[in-house]
């Protein structure tokens, strides 16, 4: 708790402090050397170097200034020391960097201003402080990062305290006074805890005993009550839950049947089970499940004894299945078995009351209506007032309960039978003759059922308790109670429309309670009222909570705002406060400005000296922490440091970080992506333009792109006329020609081919020794010379190609050029399938031998408007053709 904590703490508010001494206080930035008796932070040493420093909170890394600090740091003998409160600002007694000074979760206080003297640590709390307040008697405090403080000042005001505060004296009048320490959390809960948990700096809520839930909101199962109480001792379970009221539900049974697997029967302490009469093991080894031999399970679950007479009888109808000996079957009921008559020797049939004995017959024992024999136990009925049992007639109780037995006296059936399911004991009120057996009342149970109303039932009924005496007897309620518990008089629910509050019947529930199922609840502890058991269903809030938001009741507002008790609600503080107890630029308790110090609740101008700064987190600048000349020392008393103001410049090569290398690399694949598509782009419009030329050249079909399409559909939107195609070049023309003539050849060569064949299919003559037609290879030009022979094409014979008649005589030759056919369009090129460009078809002069007939022939037909195409010879005169093959 707090109140031990800090016992220590607030007992120097009149001790005497250590006299200040010449020393260096450092922040990360600047450093200042004086005269202070500040002990907040840590001490920096290193083998080395003559001078200390004292760390004020911040982190520390190896570029910090000035050059002192830095190699105070960066030495490999640094060693700190921690003040109170600072125990974590390193993993032990050597520096890591970075280093972060920081004060631990919790508060620490100082007996003077500017937070000197010998300070005393308290870190949070781990169970609620409930209603109690400490009092401070310090000068200034520092608090850790995310940690509040609830104080009360004056007069029973309630403060938050959201920053270090360096000197109590210029708080606000609304904060001045004594002070005293109402609660303390870290504020790094979300959401927010109950009144019942405590936020811990990691930021999770810790629960006291008995609590549960994110926030601590509800209880534990098993506890009870706004305290989360344990459930009484001797109860399986009660009414548990933050609104419950500890009633005993269940209590505790020792000895359940089920525990030592049986279901009819007593536990005991070793472990076996005692069954109730008419039970036995059943044949799966249960204890206790089976009806014993003579009875038969009822439609009450009851093990029944069967008729007089009857060995065996069914479950459920109790039908005889086998009689005794001297025994037979009713005829008219199933489940009777009537005794043999007794008879004498000579077959005379003896009286009731009698036996047959010899020739005669001798009278029953006094105990029998009917016998087979002179003793009790040879009884067939017994007699009045005694009943079978174990093949024996004995008395009964005024009860009716039979002797040496928890059986009941059974008129119908002149035995001892069961009392009935799960009972043990019973007996039959002003027990006569006359009685039934469905007049038996149980007076015990077997462990885990309760009696009502002579029944074992496994739990009292509606309009019934649980009698607290014997925790067996269910009692009936008092009259004005539809269901109560303890005692008749304690209501849980009422009649006439009354609420139950308390035990009692009210016309309305009285406040922190609410209407639920006839009965007034108790609000949830954080709610002072509510509209429902939660904590977030509280409609106003308590003094230690007053803060209302969202249904929840919360203890204090955000720390930019104040509470303000005349609306109840949270307020904004003056933009030159970060934290405020009131309205107005004159109640703030901290700066939100890192140029200003608080001074009597106002925010000033700090007007630090020796070119200082205000400290973060401090609220003072660095030389109101540390005095230059203190009194009663002359100026120049203080030695001289190196390296005290000089700035550390370091030259430190920055490492890329992740992404920056991510995105050159990305960079440099898309310019490598947008060469390599430019170079393919202009690749393919090279390769289209030649295709273009050679389809065209062709006269091969176009395929048109989307561009055509488009310009096509717009000149039919449009209206517009196809543009005329441009005039082709001579060259194009001349590739065009080129290509007609070859096709020409490649037919006539096709055609002579098949004449050929013909002719020596129907010639008489002996094969030509000239090489075959089969030797002639198309390859890609217009040559007709075979590679491997000397041997040229003779044609075959015009008659047998015209008549289809077979020459008897021999047949003339055609005339069969030896030179190679050149083309038609020069005298120097060959022809050729192979397509070239059309500046292949340039005239060139050619220095050959003088041309022959042939090819004087071809000049003049090349030199004609349009070349005959034609391959047959007209049968007609050529009036004196110059054709070398028409000679």
Known sequence: MLSSILAATFAFGASVVAQSSSSVVCVAGQCLQGFSNVTLGATLSASGISTDVLLLPGQYTSTTSPELLHELLTSSSAKLSPSTGFGNSSAGSSVALPLNIALQPGIAIYPQAFYSGQGSYSSLPTSPVGNTSIPISASSFALSGNVWAAVSAGSNSRVILWNSVPDVSQLPASASGSLSLLNMQSSSCSPACSGNGICSASGTCQCPSGFTGSSCESCSSGFFGPKCQACPSGCTSCDDGISGTGRCLVPVVANLPSSCNCINGECGSNGQCTCIAGWTSASNGTQCAACAAGFFLDTNGNCEICQL?????????????????????????????????????????????????????????????????????????????????????????????????????????????????????????????????????????????????????????????????????????????????????????????????????????????????????????????????????????????????????????????????????CQSCDSSCASCSGAGPNSCLACSSSSQVLRGGTCTSANCTSGTSVVPS?????????????????????????????????????????????????????????????????????????????????????????????????????????????????????????????????????????????????????????????????????????????????????????????????????????????????????????????NVLKRQPTPSKPPTAAEEYAASVRQSPEPDTSYWITPTDTGGSRNPFRK
């Not at 030759?813 to 050729?832: A, M």
Request: glycine letters at 8%; hydrophobic letters at 25%; one cysteine or more.
């Open 618 to 838: 401090l609220g003072a600048c660095l030389s109101e922490l540390v005095v230059l000349t203190p009194s009663g020392t002359s100026s120049g008393a203080l030695p001289t440091i190196t390296g005290l103001s000089t700035p550390m410049t370091t030259t430190t090569t920055q490492r890329l970080q992740w992404w920056e290398i991510l995105l050159m690399a990305l960079g440099c694949a898309f310019i490598f992506v947008a060469f390599l598509w430019c170079w393919r782009r202009r690749a393919r419009k090279q390769r289209a333009k030649d295709t273009a030329a050679f389809a065209s050249a062709k006269a091969l079909p176009h395929k048109h792109n989307w561009r055509w399409h488009l310009v096509r559909f717009g000149e039919r939107l449009f209206g517009h006329n196809r543009r005329h195609p441009r005039p082709e070049t001579e060259e194009i023309s001349l590739w065009k020609l080129r290509a007609a003539e070859e096709a020409r050849h490649y037919k006539e060569m096709d055609k002579l081919i098949g004449a050929h064949e013909h002719s020596r299919s129907g010639s008489s003559r002996s094969p030509s020794p000239l090489p075959s037609l089969h030797h002639y290879k198309r390859r890609g030009s217009h040559d007709y010379s075979d590679a491997h022979s000397s041997n040229r094409l003779s044609a075959g014979s015009m008659y047998s190609q015209v008549t289809g008649m077979v020459r008897t005589g021999p047949e003339p030759r055609q005339p069969v050029k030896s030179n190679l056919l050149s083309s038609r369009f020069s005298t120097t090129t060959l022809g050729s399938s192979v397509p070239k460009k059309p």
């Open 309 to 569: 007479g009857c060995q065996q009888c069914a479950d459920g109808s109790g039908d005889c299945i086998t009689c005794s000996s001297g025994f037979t079957q009713d005829g008219n009921d199933r489940t009777k078995c009537d005794a043999t008559p007794q008879t004498t020797s000579n077959g005379t049939v003896c009286p009731d009351g009698s036996y047959g004995s010899g020739s005669t017959c001798a009278i029953c024992s006094p105990l029998c209506t009917t016998c087979t024999g002179p003793n009790s136990n040879n009884c067939v009925i017994c007699g009045s007032g005694t009943y079978k049992f174990n093949g024996s007639c004995i008395t009964t109780s005024t009860g009716g309960v039979c002797q040496g037995s928890n059986l009941i006296a059974n008129n119908n059936k002149h035995e001892c039978d069961t009392c009935g399911p799960k009972c043990t004991t019973c007996q039959i009120s002003n027990f006569n003759v006359a009685s039934t057996v469905d007049q038996a009342q149980c007076t015990g149970c077997l462990p885990g059922f309760v009696l009502s109303q002579g029944k074992c039932v496994t739990s009292c009924p509606s309009g019934t308790f649980l009698s607290p005496q014997d925790n067996l007897t269910c009692t009936a309620c008092s009259s004005s109670c539809t269901s109560c518990a303890g005692s008749a008089t304690t209501c849980l629910t009422c009649a006439n429309n009354l609420l139950a509050s308390n035990g009692q019947c009210v016309n309305s529930c009285p406040s922190n309670t609410f209407s639920s199922s006839g009965a007034c609840v108790p609000c949830h502890p954080d709610c002072a009222t509510c509209s429902g058991a939660s904590f977030n269903q509280c409609t106003s809030c308590n003094k230690a909570l007053p803060v209302l938001t969202s249904g929840r009741c919360l203890a204090t507002c955000s720390q930019n705002q104040y509470f303000d008790t005349t609306s109840s609600t």
